[in-house]
């Protein structure tokens, strides 16, 4: 069996997602075709829901790995563990994957060991394989699996960069935050939002994102704004929403977290 060849749900049955461009039709290209996917963009911006997405969309199941400075090769493959007197071999996500035939999501690849990379060399090219030193198994992944992994390039520097090497082995699609109008349907189809507080959150992150270049590391994420969203519809006051779920979470610092409410006033005051 093909992985063109499997059940794909109707629109009906999955979750909600604003497509932003054409990157659904591309990730099916990639899927049908048997190809690693590699996503690139902003915090919040969307990327891990576009993979629960696919993965209902093509009805497969999908293993997420939050990648960290400590996560090693064996994290993803597997370990031998000590239990009731005996040594037994414990799968990791990357490995129940490989043979389950599910997607395998790297959340942040850039942030895991470097020694990952080996590991998935060999499963992001041709040869689809995943060896297992440890247990002298060579899985050969079947159709249905799929890698993909993502990182934000905004955070890369020298020592955590992805190579070149690395990169071509993938097929990438770039995130970014949606336009205002998708951004506004976004917050309505998540939330339940009224559309005009759906537009004053979409201006206000806006106007919040012109400032990343100066007084925030980053701007407000879709995400964030999905939260004020949430806040708003359950009655909270929209200032109090704006200050719990945009401004406090963009920054520590008391004044940069005022001058931010006082945009949010702008929006919001009248």
């Given at each position: 069996?093909?992985?063109?060849?499997?059940?794909r749900r109707t629109d009906s049955e999955l979750p909600f997602y604003?497509?932003?461009?054409?990157?659904?039709?591309?990730?099916?290209?990639?899927?049908?075709?048997?190809?690693?996917?590699?996503?690139?963009?902003?915090?919040?911006?969307?990327?891990?829901?576009?993979?629960?997405?696919?993965?209902?969309?093509?009805?497969?199941?999908?293993?997420?790995?939050?990648?960290?400075?400590?996560?090693?090769?064996?994290?993803?493959?597997?370990?031998?563990?000590?239990?009731?007197?005996?040594?037994?071999?414990?799968?990791?996500?990357?490995?129940?994957?490989?043979?389950?035939?599910?997607?395998?999501?790297?959340?942040?690849?850039?942030?895991?060991?470097?020694?990952?990379?080996?590991?998935?060399?060999?499963?992001?090219?041709?040869?689809?394989?995943?060896?297992?030193?440890?247990?002298?198994?060579?899985?050969?992944?079947?159709?249905?699996?799929?890698?993909?992994?993502?990182?934000?390039?905004?955070?890369?520097?020298?020592?955590?960069?992805?190579?070149?090497?690395?990169?071509?082995?993938?097929?990438?699609?770039?995130?970014?935050?949606?336009?205002?109008?998708?951004?506004?349907?976004?917050?309505?189809?998540?939330?339940?939002?009224?559309?005009?507080?759906?537009?004053?959150?979409?201006?206000?992150?806006?106007?919040?994102?012109?400032?990343?270049?100066?007084?925030?590391?980053?701007?407000?994420?879709?995400?964030l704004l999905v939260y004020a969203a949430t806040l708003i519809k359950q009655g909270c006051d929209p200032l109090a929403a704006c200050r719990?779920?945009?401004?406090?979470?963009?920054?520590?610092?008391?004044?940069?977290?005022?001058?931010?409410?006082?945009?949010?006033?702008?929006?919001?005051?009248?």
């Amino acid at each position: 069996m093909t992985a063109s060849a499997l059940h794909r749900r109707t629109d009906s049955e999955l979750p909600f997602y604003q497509p932003q461009g054409n990157e659904v039709e591309l990730f099916e290209y990639a899927y049908g075709s048997q190809l690693p996917v590699l996503i690139k963009g902003p915090t919040g911006c969307g990327k891990t829901r576009f993979i629960s997405y696919m993965a209902e969309r093509l009805g497969r199941p999908v293993y997420t790995v939050a990648c960290h400075d400590d996560l090693t090769a064996a994290d993803l493959v597997g370990r031998h563990l000590i239990g009731d007197g005996a040594t037994y071999w414990q799968d990791g996500p990357l490995t129940r994957a490989v043979r389950e035939g599910a997607i395998c999501y790297l959340d942040e690849v850039v942030e895991a060991r470097k020694d990952t990379t080996v590991v998935l060399h060999p499963l992001s090219d041709d040869r689809r394989i995943l060896p297992i030193e440890r247990t002298g198994e060579l899985l050969q992944a079947p159709p249905e699996f799929m890698l993909v992994v993502s990182y934000n390039p905004g955070y890369q520097h020298l020592l955590k960069g992805m190579k070149p090497s690395t990169r071509q082995r993938f097929v990438a699609l770039r995130f970014d935050y949606p336009d205002a109008k998708t951004e506004q349907a976004i917050l309505i189809g998540e939330t339940g939002i009224e559309p005009h507080l759906a537009a004053r959150l979409v201006n206000l992150a806006h106007s919040l994102r012109a400032l990343q270049d100066h007084d925030l590391e980053e701007g407000a994420s879709t995400r964030l704004l999905v939260y004020a969203a949430t806040l708003i519809k359950q009655g909270c006051d929209p200032l109090a929403a704006c200050r719990a779920a945009l401004a406090e979470p963009l920054s520590d610092d008391i004044e940069t977290v005022q001058a931010l409410m006082e945009v949010a006033e702008a929006s919001f005051g009248g």
